[in-house]
């Protein structure tokens, strides 16, 4: 059975970093990207960043130039480097992919609960 597990979150205070991980569980199939999204209290789910499996990348504009995903192959886990954190990055941070064959489903991650105080 394939899942993901994020890990890596946590309290600190504004300016400060924190690193996500989504370690995955199983193959699999027929992926194209690995994402990060986040859920602040009270508001919708939101993509932050994604990769594409030859490495490119996107993020929402509101972290661009301040996050950063990367991806280690040998390992299966995906990263989430996030630096000059804010108030508003305050959420719970899931992993997810769309993937199977033949027909592709959703997996998401448990999430992993990031705070900044200001």
């Known amino acids: 059975q394939v899942q993901l597990v994020e890990s890596g979150g946590g309290s600190v205070k504004a300016g400060g970093s924190l690193k996500l991980s989504c370690a995955e569980s199983?193959?699999?199939?027929?992926?194209?990207?690995m994402d990060w999204y986040r859920q602040a209290p009270g508001k919708q789910r939101e993509l932050v960043a994604f990769?594409?499996?030859?490495?490119?990348?996107y993020y929402a504009e509101s972290v661009k130039g301040r996050f950063t995903i990367s991806r280690d192959s040998d390992k299966n886990i995906t990263y989430l480097q996030m630096n000059s954190l804010k108030p508003e990055d305050t959420g719970v941070y899931y992993c997810?992919?769309?993937?199977?064959?033949?027909?592709?489903?959703?997996?998401w991650g448990q999430g992993t609960q990031v705070t900044v105080s200001s």
């Open positions: 997810h992919t769309l993937a199977g064959t033949p027909r592709k489903s959703h997996y």
């Open positions: 199983g193959t699999f199939f027929n992926r194209d990207t």
């Open positions: 990769i594409f499996n030859g490495g490119n990348t």
